[in-house]
């Protein structure tokens, strides 16, 4: 392969990885949430997050595999295994950003305000939840009183 084939490829998997975890992040808090999506069932989701997780999965190790292969920037062993110990460029390459390009900032940007939004949402909703189980319990207790 050549230098410029490595590149667009290291590139493509990254963003196929980012917009699939993004994904995994989302659905796993729907699944959480027992929010049904429009046309699949409830196990559906459950087996549509399942089966993004290991394609993500794939396209991490597809992804550090060129990452590694490609010359530009020595990548070892150590710097796949632990984050932000490279030499070069640690905080970005740790958090596997392309910050170059601006379509790869707007898709890190989306990817992380999709995630910060359900995260807010899934933070909020056990908020609720664990006001409401207190005044229930109670409510159960003194209903059990003779």
């Known amino acids: ?3 410029e084939t490595l590149w667009y490829a290291n590139r ?9 975890f993004t994904l995994v992040v989302l659905l ?7 929010i049904r999506l429009p046309g699949l069932p409830r196990f ?8 993004l997780s290991l394609s ?6 597809l992804h550090i595999g060129v990452a590694v292969t490609d010359g530009y920037v020595n990548i070892g062993a150590l710097d796949v295994l632990v984050p932000f110990v490279s030499d070069y460029q640690p905080l970005w390459l740790g958090l596997g950003t392309d ?3 601006d379509w790869m900032t707007w898709l890190t940007v989306c990817c992380a305000a999709a995630v910060l939004a359900a995260l807010g949402i899934r933070v909020a909703h056990s908020a609720r939840a664990a006001r409401r189980t207190p005044a229930a319990l109670l409510r159960t207790a003194e209903g059990a009183r003779p």
Do not use: D, E, K, N
């Open 99 to 101: 910050t170059g390009i």
């Open 44 to 51: 559906g989701t459950v087996s549509l997050h399942r089966t």
């Open 56 to 61: 993500a999965t794939a396209f991490l190790a």
């Open 12 to 20: 493509a998997t990254g963003a196929v990885c980012l917009a699939l």
């Open 28 to 34: 796993g808090i729907a699944v959480r949430l027992r």
């Open 1 to 3: 392969m050549t230098s």
